[in-house]
């Protein structure tokens, strides 16, 4: 009996093709994504090898999940320090959602023949993390052109395409490679009825690595890298400056932070230590102080803000500090006079009447200065945000001392800094830094910094908070506005508008950065036209949906008379 490589095994080349996309999220080194060239390639080479082989739906579809949910656990692991169960949800859950885009692939291939199959690949994908960017399960922490926020010096080009164009710029790759291997010269694959001897993975590659078939792959990967670096050499900081304080109280979610904890900090002294910090880093250029999310952990109503000891204070303390101004996180209460005024997201308490608990950006523009409010609207799902039919099957959950759907006001809320020159600050809260258009939306709106307030606190020393950090980087290319960012702990510090880091302080210790940043008011292209890649994919993966069904109503006979004439990949492969 022939012997059969391990390497042609479905769960070796799932476990390679999870290992490969892993990288783009390694918090490791600077070179690790250059895995996510060649990550798809073996799903290509698997789902390649389970069409020669006439293979079973259900095998197939084993064979790409295990691919999925292995990615998945590999980059967002670290889900579970917060709660186990919803760890292992957004694994299971979000690797069955990728299933979508690969299961339409693999019908287009079938009905409409190879060529526009592999062309339809790419564009299913895309469609599909626009969608995820938009839905009430949103969750778009692995799109692919997240995975360079690691190396921004590679995708400064981004201020033209978005996050979504380094998806793109992944799947031309890894699909030029796949047709280098896939090759009569280069690669044997078995069909149903033959074995094949294959000693490893070198053996897959019959030609030296630099040969002509490499050259269209290395060209897509070099030739985009070199125009990122050339922009980034010639880019320069626009915008005059502001001296911006960001202040990092160290205060730990699980035992400190909040009333309960088993070594609870009073609230009290909570905002003495981000006072006592702020205060340290000001000078008299200093025009803004930003504090972390959830800085003011008690629940604060928004109708009487100014009743409360602790904004008092804050107030007075800016009193003593003219022409500084303040933002901070805080978890605030917004009443309704009715049922009908309130949101569907409202509870109701007799006191209290119906009323929404809110994650929000707090702004102080001066000592008496009516406070503005920020309320975050891309929430968590499943943390913050619930549909109404997994109310009843996650309410068990706790990931941050609440559970159920926050409340939101979807407007747009710019902060504005008096002054000369004019400072307006887009608040994002935590999560909401890895959404692009809806980052840019704001810049459209007249912001020129970018302000962030964030716990990472609550996924202790992971790569979760390292990969948040760098996730901001890529908002700063897109719309080349400089960013601040304040965390409870974990990064404080600045990204600068080629998305370098700077300023960043110590981790796990209080303290505070200062720093002067650029307030550009000029729009990127992608600012301009927000996520055009994302919304042309989605009308692409609809007509060719359409088409797809259409074939299939046609009959078995016209799909097969359409195979016959169209040029698969397959026909330069020689039949064993």
């Known amino acids: ?34 895995g996510l060239f060649v990550g798809w390639v073996p ?14 739906k259900g095998r197939v579809f084993a064979g790409t999940y295990l691919l999925l949910v292995l990615w998945n656990a590999f980059t967002v692991w670290w889900v579970s320090y917060a709660d186990l169960a919803a760890g292992i949800a957004a694994v299971v859950l979000n690797a069955l959602l990728m299933c979508l885009p690969l299961m339409a692939f693999r019908q287009t291939k079938k009905r409409l023949g190879p060529r526009i199959g592999y062309l339809a690949l790419p564009i299913y994908w895309i469609a599909f ?3 995820h960017l938009r839905w009430d399960l949103t969750w778009p922490w692995l799109t692919l052109g997240n995975g360079f926020a690691a190396v921004p010096q590679w995708v400064q080009w981004y201020e033209y395409t978005g996050f979504l164009g380094g998806s793109v ?43 002509t078939r490499f050259i269209a792959p290395f060209l897509a990967i070099i030739l985009p890298l070199i125009l990122s670096f050339a922009i980034g050499a010639t880019y320069q900081e626009q915008g005059p400056g502001a001296e911006v304080v960001v202040v990092q109280p160290n205060v730990n979610p699980y035992t400190e932070k909040f009333a309960g904890t088993p070594d609870f900090v009073s609230y009290d002294e909570q905002l003495t230590r981000l006072l006592a910090l702020s205060t340290r880093q000001l000078t008299p250029q200093t025009r803004l102080v930003l504090w972390p ?42 009443t309704y006079p009715s049922k009908e005024a309130a949101t569907e997201t409202a509870l109701f308490r007799d006191e209290l009447g119906y009323y929404d608990v809110c994650n929000t950006a707090a702004y102080f523009a001066g000592p008496a200065a009516p406070v503005q409010f920020y309320h975050k609207e891309r929430l968590v799902p499943g943390v913050e945000k619930i549909p109404t039919f997994l109310t009843s099957l996650i309410s068990h959950i706790d990931l941050g001392g609440y559970v159920g759907s926050y409340g939101t006001v979807p ?9 000369a020159p004019a400072l307006v600050v887009r608040p994002l809260v935590c999560y909401e830094s890895i959404y692009g258009d809806f980052t840019a939306q704001y810049v459209r ?29 890529l908002r700063a290319i897109e719309t080349r506005r400089d960013l601040a960012r ?25 303290t505070a950065s200062r720093a002067t940043v650029h307030l550009n008011d000029k729009l990127t292209f992608y600012t301009r036209v927000g996520e055009y890649i994302g919304r042309g994919c989605q009308a692409l993966a609809l007509l060719l949906l359409g088409w797809v069904i259409a074939r299939a109503f046609a009959g078995p006979r016209v799909a097969n008379q359409v195979a016959r004439h169209a040029e698969p990949v397959e026909a330069s492969l020689p039949q064993q």
Do not use: C
């Open 293 to 334: 999310e959830t800085s003011l952990a008690d629940h604060y109503q928004e109708r009487v803000i100014n009743n409360y000891p602790r904004i008092q204070r804050i107030r007075a303390w800016l009193g003593q500090h003219p022409g500084v101004a303040l933002v901070t996180g805080m978890t605030s209460i917004v």
């Open 445 to 473: 709106g007249g912001a020129n910094l970018l302000s962030l307030v964030t716990n990472d606190a609550w996924w202790h020393d992971s790569p979760g908070y390292r990969q948040l950090l760098r996730l901001g980087a």
């Open 129 to 131: 993390e626009q969608l």
């Open 1 to 34: 009996m022939a012997k059969i490589s391990p390497w042609r095994h479905p769960a070796a080349l799932a476990l390679l093709g999870a290992a490969l996309l892993w990288t783009g999220w390694s918090t490791s080194g600077k070179l690790w994504p250059l």
């Open 486 to 510: 304040a965390a409870n702990t974990g990064f404080t510090g600045f990204v600068n508008q080629k998305g370098t880091l700077t300023q960043l302080a110590p981790t796990w210790v209080p």
């Open 169 to 211: 710029w992944v799947w031309a790759v890894n699909l030029l490679v796949f047709f280098a291997l896939v090759d009569k010269k280069t690669l044997v694959l078995a069909n149903e009825t033959a074995t094949a001897v294959v000693a490893g993975p070198a053996d897959l590659v019959g030609m030296r690595p630099f040969g």
């Open 411 to 419: 407007e747009t809320t710019l902060f504005r800094v008096p002054g």
């Open 43 to 56: 799903y290509l080479l698997l789902e390649h090898r389970f069409t020669q082989q006439g293979a079973r």
